[in-house]
């Protein structure tokens, strides 16, 4: 066996053993909660239509555009407020540190402790499983914000017709919604700090909590509730934020192909 493999094993070994993750109150959670869930609130439903009257376009787009940006920075600081939180936690941002802090490692099998290999497969079934859930229509959407509508009529294939720098803010979105954003801090922060206030059944308080995070698009909250059992409990049970992040991104990889095929 190559000494490297062995001595690169046993550092991350002992680099797990030293991450301590400490377990947050009922209030600190909700905290945390709050600050990701508010700021989207306010940024959706307040300065997004303030802003509308500072862009042009046709119909929706005005709107289309205030709220591209100001959810991209909504996500954004999701991101910033994972980053500080876990620099104060942990004293380090080492990737070393920050892959066991924030569960970004491979699922693991809580009978035999053996990671990654076949329990990737997983993600088959729970990426289908949140396919069909994105399916399942809102309750209560209202037509200027259904963007679904918005992309399949002429407005909207006449707007992302050649705008390359929308749609890079389009990517830049999604990057922060599913990677760097929503799952790393419901299922890489929060997820794991949870067990001390809700026992074994912190999954299903992560996964009410992510569906009543989405105060910014409310009517998509009914059918959220399912990742409660699609992306939070797997997450939970694999001791990986990364099949959260995975399940999730599958939709987002499907939204920016389907994007680009209209601004090209």
Same mark, same amino acid.
């Given at each position: ?28 959670? &909700? ?43 909504? &996500? ?56 069909? !859930? ?8 209202? !037509? ?27 990517? &830049? ?92």
């Amino acid at each position: 066996m190559d000494p490297t493999v062995t001595e690169k094993t046993s550092v991350d070994r002992d680099t797990a053993d030293s991450v301590e993750i400490p377990q947050y109150s009922i209030l600190k959670v &909700l905290a945390i909660w709050a600050a990701a869930a508010l700021p989207m609130a306010a940024l959706a439903w307040l300065v997004a239509p303030a802003l509308e009257d500072s862009f042009g376009g046709e119909e929706n787009v005005p709107l289309v555009k205030a709220l591209l940006i100001c959810l991209t920075a909504g &996500l954004i600081w999701q991101f910033v407020l994972v980053v500080v939180l876990v620099r104060r936690e942990q004293g380090t941002l080492r990737w070393s540190t920050v892959r066991e802090a924030l569960w970004l490692r491979s699922p693991r099998d809580p009978k035999s402790g053996r990671r990654g290999g076949r329990l990737w497969l997983i993600l088959i079934p729970l990426i289908l499983l949140f396919a069909a !859930e994105s399916m399942i229509p809102g309750v209560g959407l209202p !037509e200027d914000r259904d963007l679904a509508a918005f992309i399949d009529s002429d407005v909207g294939k006449n707007f992302l017709s050649g705008a390359w720098g929308w749609f890079g803010l389009i990517v &830049l979105l999604q990057i922060f919604n599913t990677v760097l954003g929503e799952e790393l801090l419901f299922r890489g922060l929060l997820l794991p700090r949870m067990n001390g206030a809700f026992g074994r059944r912190d999954w299903l308080a992560n996964g009410i909590l992510f569906a009543a995070y989405h105060l910014h698009v409310p009517w998509v909250i009914p059918a959220t509730l399912l990742d409660t059992f699609i992306i939070a409990y797997p997450s939970k049970r694999y001791r990986s934020a990364l099949i959260g992040i995975a399940v999730h991104s599958a939709q987002s990889v499907f939204f920016i192909i389907l994007i680009l095929t209209l601004v090209a």
